[in-house]
């Protein structure tokens, strides 16, 4: 069985006890693998514990001498792969990323693989529990921001998922999976707020901006369960292309002889902040520092300005404020604290606009809430 764009629920399946002494029917919570492919990071939700790692994976040639004991790295047949921060620090082999070439989909096993070993204790705890031999684990599946139109290629890749870690077989067993639209998670955390305020069966938004997309999604909170419709996704437009911008303004006229390099900006902006409503982003220049935050309004305002996808969907957004409908903003990007505060200002200091709480993680984390 599995279910598209479903809701969450928990399913109970029927084991037999061979070990008792009369058959009994012994009721069995399978554990859950709730997954969103990012394109900066890969989110994961297992037994009650959230986890995130860069959407990277380095593939090793065969017979490459894998390190062991390291947190997403596995072996999948004769080769080896390595996720996250793992496959950052290692060097050889392919990196692949995961925003680029369809990897979120060709590579669906390497992220699955990759959230379950780099879980802190999962793993760990079917280690202790199987001594010898294959460990083999019955999971149920749950996956964010992939198109239901590629069911067939996401059912041949989560067919068969063997792999070695920590120097032993696990075999991995999808009993059902479900399909999420993007954001599924933030729908039911806004689903939770609009409850707390005393408002039933509300048409509300979702404004996720990621790593490297903007998504704006309708909601229609039916009889207490979100029902998407019509998504507008803007590719390119999420914090790498306000990156971008923000580099394009710091590079503008004199720097004083200073390269700002790529790295060194994305971590001024994600480490910016407001101070008087004056924008502040400090970049380290070797011993020194220098503040960007005029650079970083500007790129801000090119972004929402020079991009017509955003400039367009913020417009709608601003449209569906005015008809007095409420907007939830979720994704990394609203972390940013300069961010949060460009897109807050550009919708109104609204009060229907509503930053849900750690917008980084929500998106899998609220689907439990
Ligand atoms: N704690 C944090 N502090 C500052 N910035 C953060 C934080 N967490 C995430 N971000 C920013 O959010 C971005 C990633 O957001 P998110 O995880 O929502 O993207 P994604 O889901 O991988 O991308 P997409 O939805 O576009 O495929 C990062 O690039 C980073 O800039
Ligand atoms: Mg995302």
Sequence with gaps: MNSLNGTATTIE??????????????????????????SSHTKYYLDKISGSYQSVAREFPKGYDLPTGYLGVF???????????????????????????????????????????????????????????????????????????????????????????????????????????????????????????????????????????????????????????????????????????????SAKGDTGGNIYHFSRLKEALETSHIVDDQYSANIILGDTERDLGDRLQSGLESWAREIIGVRELLRDIKQLIRKGERVFLTGGGFKVEAVRHFVLSYLGNSELVTVLDNPQDVNITGIKS
Excluded at 231 to 243: D, E, L, W
């Design 13 to 38: 399946t029927e084991v037999t006890d061979t070990t008792a002494p009369k058959t009994k029917v012994k009721k069995v919570r399978l554990p859950e693998l709730f997954i969103d492919g990012g």
């Design 75 to 249: 072996a999948i047949g004769e080769k080896g792969y390595a996720v996250g921060d793992s496959a950052l620090s290692l060097s050889g082999g392919k990196l692949h990323e995961g925003y680029a070439d369809d990897n979120k989909i060709k590579l669906l096993p390497t992220w699955i693989i990759g959230a379950l070993t780099t879980h802190p204790s999962f793993l760990f705890k079917w280690m202790k529990k199987v001594k010898t031999g294959t460990v083999e684990i019955t999971i149920k599946l749950s996956l964010l921001s992939l198109s239901s139109h590629r069911k067939k290629e996401i059912e041949k890749a989560i067919k068969d998922i063997t792999f070695t870690f920590d120097e032993r077989e696990f075999k991995i067993n999808i009993s059902e999976y479900a399909l999420y639209p993007e954001g599924y998670g933030a729908a039911c955390a806004a689903k939770k707020v609009l409850k707390s305020n005393g408002c039933k069966d509300a048409r509300f938004h979702i404004l996720d901006l990621g790593g490297g997309t903007l998504t704006h999604t309708p909601y229609s909170n039916l009889n207490g369960v979100p029902r998407a419709s019509n998504q507008n996704s803007v590719s390119g437009a999420g914090v790498m292309s306000i990156t971008e911008f923000f580099a394009k303004e």
